[in-house]
């Protein structure tokens, strides 16, 4: 089965721009999704397909792809963005299966 | 509005069984595909089963397969997961969530989720 892989923490200062990668071999074929989750809370998501927001997003995330990687940018952080967030995609095998990274820990400083 | 409940967790022993449920509402539950994700405690998101909105198409992570059994029943907008041979790894909270695209097999695409249901395996 595919693996994502996800860098554990990033930080990025109030305002700045951060980016988080997700790095797969199932990314070569399959766009990315990406899910904010905030302390017990359920995930919520934020970024699918090529560069898609769900209704309700603000419009400084965004979503980008090349190769075997995607990324979630977030252009002028707030403090409400400091959460967890993973990516996800199908399985590289086409089959059935989904994956998960291993999420980001975002710190907004 | 969208709405997913999940119902059926618990405290059982390592080996037993028990069969989650997850209520839908707000959508044509019968147009969409279906998953499971856990989150063991202070941990991250793991895709546990999947299964198309005509039951046609179903997937497990390897980590259950087996083990655990997933159906729905789109008369009673309801979907389920019968989980067997339990063991302390299961333990986690588990999402019922929405796949977005309707009619299809499944893009594990989540556009909504419960809160979810608390799986403790412990003797």
């Known amino acids: 089965s595919s693996e994502l892989t996800q860098d554990p923490a990033v930080s990025v200062a109030l305002g700045q721009t951060v980016r988080i990668t997700c790095q797969g071999d199932?990314?070569?074929?399959?766009?990315a999704s990406w899910y904010q989750q905030k302390p017990g809370q359920a995930p919520v998501l934020v970024i699918y397909?090529?560069?898609n927001r769900p209704s309700g997003i603000p419009d400084r995330f965004s979503g980008s792809s090349s190769g075997n990687t995607a990324s979630l940018t977030i252009t002028g952080a707030q403090a409400e963005d400091e959460a967890d967030y993973y990516c996800?995609?199908?399985?590289?095998?086409?089959?059935?299966?989904?994956?998960f990274g291993g999420g980001t820990k975002l710190t907004v400083l | 509005e969208v709405q997913l409940v999940e119902s059926g967790g618990g405290l059982v022993q390592p080996g037993r069984s028990l069969r989650l449920s997850c209520a839908a509402s707000?959508?044509?539950?019968?147009?969409?595909?279906m998953h499971w994700v856990r989150q063991a405690p202070g941990k991250g998101l793991e895709w546990v089963s999947g299964?198309?909105?005509?039951?046609?198409?179903?997937g497990y992570a390897d980590s259950v397969k087996g083990r655990f059994t997933i159906s729905r029943d789109n008369a009673k907008n309801s979907l389920y997961l019968q989980m067997n041979s339990l063991r302390a790894e299961d333990t986690a909270l588990y999402y019922c969530?929405?796949?977005?695209?309707?009619?299809?097999?499944?893009?594990?695409?989540?556009?909504?989720w419960g809160q979810g249901t608390l799986v403790t395996v412990s003797s």
């Open positions: 199932s990314l070569r074929s399959y766009y």
């Open positions: 299964i198309s909105w005509n039951s046609g198409s179903i």
């Open positions: 397909g090529k560069n």
């Open positions: 969530a929405k796949d977005i695209t309707p009619m299809g097999a499944a893009d594990f695409i989540f556009d909504y």
């Open positions: 996800n995609s199908r399985d590289s095998s086409g089959n059935h299966l989904g994956v």
């Open positions: 707000g959508f044509t539950f019968d147009d969409y595909a």
